[in-house]
């Protein structure tokens, strides 16, 4: 069994060391696009002026390294007071490339818009809040809860997902391909515009792809993540068990 999977190869191989033990199976990784920040020409078709935010939420370090690459650029020096909200711890920790940690006022969730959302409580509610985006992604889970609550806030696009040249994968000798974002199916359809699924079976990871694949009318084997396939590698393992 040939898997290919969406991924740059992971820093911990050896969930997938133990399936190429236990099902023979043969994984390769290649990213099928990258995050790259806008230039500051792109970020100013969106009209936004950074000053006027007090307070600005990430949840990728993508965005952060954009954020400071365009205050930068703009000449925008980052006040002191500036308050920031981030998904997670790990993502937060990240901030410490561009400013002292222990001097300023960061917060974190644990992963979800509603945990980000929990942290605005009154005392920031007279804040104006940069909700940062990746060009395509859907913010109407984090947005609608800012509406809620009545904030103030606006979106902006940071970061932009970029096909990858895929022309050297022969999709064909592949059983098995793993997709974890609507952008590696926009970077499938424009690397292979007459692309047929046929007999190769596709795991979706993260319910943002599924949509992306029903609507390049391709069939998925397997959706996750589930409670019993948390991770990519636990996924695979779960196909190719049901497999044998």
């Not at 644990?110 to 005392?123: C, N």
């Not at 895929?166 to 999709?171: A, F």
């Amino acid at each position: 069994m040939k898997v290919l999977i969406s991924q740059q190869v992971p820093s911990n191989l050896a969930p997938y060391e133990i399936l190429q033990e236990k099902f023979g199976a043969e994984l390769d990784f290649h990213p099928f696009f990258l995050i790259e920040p806008l230039s500051a020409r792109e970020f100013r078709a969106e009209h936004i002026n950074l000053p006027d935010y007090t307070a600005i939420v990430f949840s990728s370090r993508h965005a952060i390294d954009a954020y400071f690459k365009l205050c930068e650029e703009m000449r925008f020096k980052v006040p002191e007071t500036m308050k920031y909200f981030c998904s997670t711890e790990a993502v937060a920790m990240y901030l410490q490339k561009h400013i002292v940690y222990r001097k300023r006022k960061i917060f974190f969730g644990t992963g979800t818009p509603a945990s980000i959302a929990a942290l605005v409580t009154a005392k920031h509610k007279g804040e104006k809040f940069l909700i940062t985006m990746t060009e395509g992604s859907n913010t109407t889970p984090i947005t609608a809860l800012f509406t809620a609550a009545k904030l103030d806030y606006t979106v902006g696009v940071l970061v932009k997902p970029v096909p990858q040249d895929l022309h050297g994968i022969d999709l064909a000798s592949y059983d098995l391909a793993v997709m974890c974002n609507p952008a590696d199916v926009a970077s499938l359809k424009e690397n292979f515009p007459d692309f047929k699924q046929g007999t190769l079976k596709i795991i979706s990871f993260g319910k943002a792809v599924v949509r992306s694949l029903e609507e390049a009318g391709c069939e998925i084997a397997l959706q996750a993540p589930t409670p019993e396939a948390t991770s990519i590698s636990k996924a695979v393992e779960l196909y190719l068990q049901s497999a044998k």
